[in-house]
């Protein structure tokens, strides 16, 4: 197996795209454990940590632009006031040990369903920064990103180079359901990010369908009823759970049946609107 070690993005984009069969490795907690059990035996890693641009962060242009090797820990440590939805759910992922080495370039790299970064990212309507040498910049907006189960956007010549989350401007809760409180994949989860000044409430789903995915019907209700100078109508509240829970497109596996994830999730999208929404009275 070959070992490439870039040490700038260009030669990080030069490797990839000579060999578009390198598998990129950034903290490594999802490809050295496929490694491991033999998963997959790829004929180059493209080690990515020594590349300094993606491991930094910066406000440009409205957003703030998460570096693809930014882990849960600085996410945390720097990101909970501008990003706090993506703080909560880092928040939750693996243990210390993990949420120092993970990133969220590397959850959206693997781009499973049951990745916890996905929701916060829908939910605030971020856009992943993609790039090659050949083609050069694309962004796609995270709602385009998963693709399928494990499936992304991403071609096999590019890398994922940053993702572009705007600041929070109103209140954000991430919640998840598990068999217990650390070290857990997602049974499901749901995001949810309150957009005052469009009047919109932003959602997202994980581990409920086959990628993570917004739910527009519930968020269209929201925009045509919502009253946002009013206490929150519970049957509002109540109807938002439901068509949440129909957004999803579970199945039954080890962690869950695919009728307690629907009705988990309307349970969660509930709460989390309760709570986004008693956040935001108390503020105004
Ligand atoms: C014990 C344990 C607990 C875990 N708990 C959770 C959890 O609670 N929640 C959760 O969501 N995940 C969890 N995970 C999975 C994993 O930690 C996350 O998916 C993490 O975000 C992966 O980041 P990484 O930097 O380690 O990625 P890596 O393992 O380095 O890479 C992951 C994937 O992304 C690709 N990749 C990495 N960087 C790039 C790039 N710049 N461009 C293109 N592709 C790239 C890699 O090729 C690979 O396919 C857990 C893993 C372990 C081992």
């Known amino acids: 197996m070959d070992f490439l070690r870039p040490t700038t993005w260009h030669e990080a984009l030069a490797a990839k795209a000579d060999r578009p069969d390198a598998v990129p490795l950034q903290g490594g907690t999802d490809v050295m454990v496929e490694l491991n059990f033999d998963v997959r035996r790829p004929a180059a890693l493209l080690d990515l940590t020594r590349v300094p641009e993606l491991r930094a962060w910066e406000m440009t242009g409205g957003y703030c632009r998460v570096g693809a090797g930014v882990s849960y820990a600085t996410v945390i440590d720097e990101l909970s006031g501008s990003l706090p939805g993506l703080a909560q759910a880092a928040r939750t992922v693996g243990s210390p040990q993990i949420r120092n080495r993970g990133s969220v370039g590397g959850n959206l790299g693997a781009a499973s369903p049951a990745g916890d970064s996905h929701p916060p990212l829908l939910a605030a309507g971020a856009v992943v920064e993609v790039e090659s040498r050949e083609r050069g910049v694309r962004m796609i907006p995270a709602a385009e990103f998963y693709l399928g189960v494990k499936r992304s956007a991403l071609e096999p010549d590019e890398l994922i180079r940053a993702v572009h989350v705007p600041p929070a401007t109103g209140p954000q809760y991430f919640s998840k359901v598990g068999t217990r409180n650390a070290m857990v994949i997602a049974v499901c989860?749901?995001?949810?990010?309150?957009?005052?000044?469009?009047?919109?409430?932003?959602?997202?789903?994980?581990?409920?369908?086959?990628?993570?995915?917004?739910?527009?019907?519930?968020?269209?209700?929201?925009?045509?009823?919502?009253?946002?100078?009013?206490?929150?109508?519970?049957?509002?509240?109540?109807?938002?759970?439901?068509?949440?829970?129909?957004?999803?497109?579970?199945?039954?596996d080890v962690r869950g049946s695919a009728a307690y994830r629907a009705h988990a999730l309307g349970v969660l999208a509930r709460?989390?609107?309760t709570w986004a929404w008693n956040d935001y009275r108390r503020a105004a």
């Open 189 to 252: 989860s749901f995001a949810i990010a309150l957009h005052p000044r469009e009047r919109r409430v932003g959602t997202g789903i994980g581990s409920a369908a086959p990628t993570p995915r917004r739910a527009r019907e519930a968020e269209d209700l929201l925009a045509r009823e919502l009253d946002w100078s009013a206490p929150l109508d519970p049957a509002l509240a109540h109807r938002f759970g439901e068509l949440c829970a129909r957004a999803a497109a579970p199945i039954d």
């Open 271 to 273: 709460r989390t609107l």
